[in-house]
């Protein structure tokens, strides 16, 4: 049986103020904190200004 993923997104706040979303794809059951830490770690591997690293501070949503 295949497992469904779905697009969420998720939304991190950076130090220079902006709002960075990142699209993850990912099991309709994954956990937010996993959703997060696959955007965080996106976003850490670019150019753009250090986003934080809260998870608190994140917001998640999945697509329709």
């Given at each position: 049986m295949r497992t469904r993923?779905?697009?969420?997104?998720v939304e991190l706040p950076a130090v220079d103020g902006r709002q960075y979303v990142?699209?993850?794809y990912a099991p309709e059951e994954a956990l937010a904190a996993?959703?997060?830490?696959e955007a965080?770690?996106?976003?850490d591997e670019?150019?753009?200004?250090?986003a934080w690293d809260l998870f608190d501070a994140a917001v998640v949503r999945r697509m329709d």
């Open positions: 993923f779905e697009c969420w997104l990142y699209r993850v996993d959703l997060f830490w965080w770690h996106c976003h670019s150019a753009l200004p250090r």
